[in-house]
């Protein structure tokens, strides 16, 4: 049963980069390293933020791909806490920014158009009447929309995006439709998008996408799909190239 | 030159079919074979139609699955003459119907919801002030958006569609994120999406979109990508299996 023990990992292949994690709340996930992964930092951006960071694998990810600063933004107090104490553990306190707070209220926090990207792995799922909502309210939150929804995700990054940076994300393939149509709503044309595919031969589950503020539509490319497995169920390469088992 | 010299061919894999061709016209294309493979026909299936089918591969490749009446629809006098040659050549005449006849006033000549799945393999290409037209008036039309474009077919498929019918179509992936806005905007939800990549290592180029008429957003299923040639240029097995290079 999980117990709130806390444990030190590395972070999915970065020889170098920790995350501490706690056994009752979410771990990083794979979600949120192959959408670091996926993203693409333009010189131009001078402010990175991400939406619901947790434990804030994200940041931590990124800041082995620019120096600029990143602020990661959580609502649940304990992942606040394991995310600052895992950017010390890293000495990225001068990069790297834990901000306890509400996506719902960021815009009266900063600048309307202040970051030029901003990136989210939110929670995949819808809220019905009858959802079976995890018991553990950390849980529910990092995974049901319970504390913010996609509608809203992406009427904040909206207001906090300048023209021309870039909002990505990771979702449910399901929600796609939803993504896009949300998308075009709020003038964030689609400009990359990637499937993941749990292994060869099975349909896709996530999908990562790039999106960018007040561009025209068109020009979109789909990337090569990302395969976790073989069809053998052996890591392909280029999961390996993130995981990075072999390490230094 | 193109001479509008005839020939008929072997209708892309499946021996027994054959397909009258002209060199002055668009030649069937891949992108109506890889449709006509991803359209699955439900038992419920009555009628069925083609929007804009040249000269009729959909049609002829989807006798092959079904024995319910398909009428094609085309505004070219030219190809609607070699659609229905190649019917007869098929034995298909009782089976595929071929319609002369604009897209756009298809609703005056059929009861709305007349069918229960509509495909199409439209125009890929908008028309800009200063698109490069095709100098042949066929190609034109068959190619760019000049006798109709993406929004005037959904709207023509949304009338003519039944009630939980399927509206099938294969486009460009830059025009991804329009198709799933005006299906969102028709209530044609998305159920499946394919990716359709010329060469292991690139970008897709084509995407093949099953909506569903009326209901419910989400339960999107994202299959696994096609491939048309492996790295190395060869065929993969699945287009093979489509090709049927090895005719009995």
Redesign the interface.
């Known amino acids: 049963l999980p117990s709130g023990q806390e444990s030190i990992h590395d972070l999915f292949g970065y020889d170098g980069i920790k995350i501490i994690q706690r056994d009752d709340l979410t771990s990083f996930s794979v979600d949120s390293v192959l959408l670091a992964d996926f993203v693409t930092i333009p010189k131009r951006v001078e402010r990175i933020l991400d939406l619901g960071c947790g434990n804030a694998p994200i940041p931590l990810y990124l800041s082995l791909k620019t120096k600029k600063p990143i602020i990661g933004v959580e609502l649940q107090k304990t992942a606040v806490d394991l995310a600052r104490r895992s950017v010390l553990l890293n000495h990225l306190e001068n990069q790297i920014t834990i901000l306890e707070a509400d996506i719902k209220t960021l815009h009266e926090r900063f600048d309307s158009s202040f970051f030029d990207l901003i990136v989210s792995n939110p929670p995949f799922f819808q809220v019905h009447a009858n959802s079976p909502l995890n018991n553990l309210e950390q849980l529910t939150i990092a995974r049901h929309e319970v504390a913010i929804d996609l509608e809203t995700l992406f009427l904040q990054a909206k207001r906090l995006l300048s023209t021309g940076g870039n909002f990505v994300l990771v979702h449910r393939?399901?929600?796609?439709?939803?993504i896009?149509?949300l998308?075009?709503r709020h003038h964030l044309?689609?400009k990359r998008?990637r499937?993941v595919?749990p292994k060869r031969?099975?349909?896709?589950?996530l999908?990562l996408v790039e999106t960018r503020n007040n561009s025209r539509?068109?020009?979109?490319?789909?990337?090569?799909?990302f395969y976790v497995m073989e069809a053998d169920g052996t890591y392909t390469p280029e999961m390996k190239r993130i995981h990075f088992f072999g390490k230094k």
């Open positions: 393939v399901e929600r796609l439709e939803e896009i149509v998308s075009h044309a689609v998008l499937f595919y031969g099975l349909d896709a589950i999908v539509p068109g020009g979109l490319t789909l990337e090569e799909p």
